[in-house]
């Protein structure tokens, strides 16, 4: 997967805002894996993958459809921050640091 910008934090936080609280957790580790699959696509064929886009975070987020930012007066918002947070965590936990093919060894 791609390095992980802020860009991709708030996409993710925006697409997974909209979902009741006890999925976004799980919503948020399946656009990780999609955007995982989708780099390995590009590495390998040279373009993006044609569902799940270039393999940013951001392009998986942007696949569930339009995204307007939220305020961070909106508690719901930052809880979705939080999630998107937490589970790049365990994703580097679980991976490691390295954004080359992170999810290939699983």
């Given at each position: 997967?791609?390095?992980?910008?802020?860009?991709?934090?708030?996409?993710a936080?925006?697409?997974?805002?909209?979902?009741?609280?006890d999925v976004r957790a799980t919503a948020v580790w399946h656009m990780l894996e999609n955007a995982d699959v989708a780099d390995r696509y590009r590495k390998r064929l040279g373009r993006p993958h044609p569902r799940l886009g270039n393999g940013s975070?951001?392009?998986?987020?942007r696949h569930?459809?339009?995204?307007?930012?939220s305020?961070?007066?909106?508690?719901?918002?930052?809880?979705?921050?939080?999630v998107v947070i937490q589970m790049l965590i365990k994703w580097r936990i679980r991976f490691g640091t390295?954004?080359?093919?992170?999810?290939?060894?699983r």
């Open positions: 997967m791609w390095q992980i910008m802020y860009g991709d934090v708030i996409a936080a925006t697409a997974v805002r909209r979902l009741v609280p975070l951001m392009s998986v987020a569930g459809g339009d995204l307007h930012g305020f961070l007066s909106d508690l719901e918002y930052l809880r979705s921050v939080d390295s954004d080359a093919n992170t999810a290939a060894a």
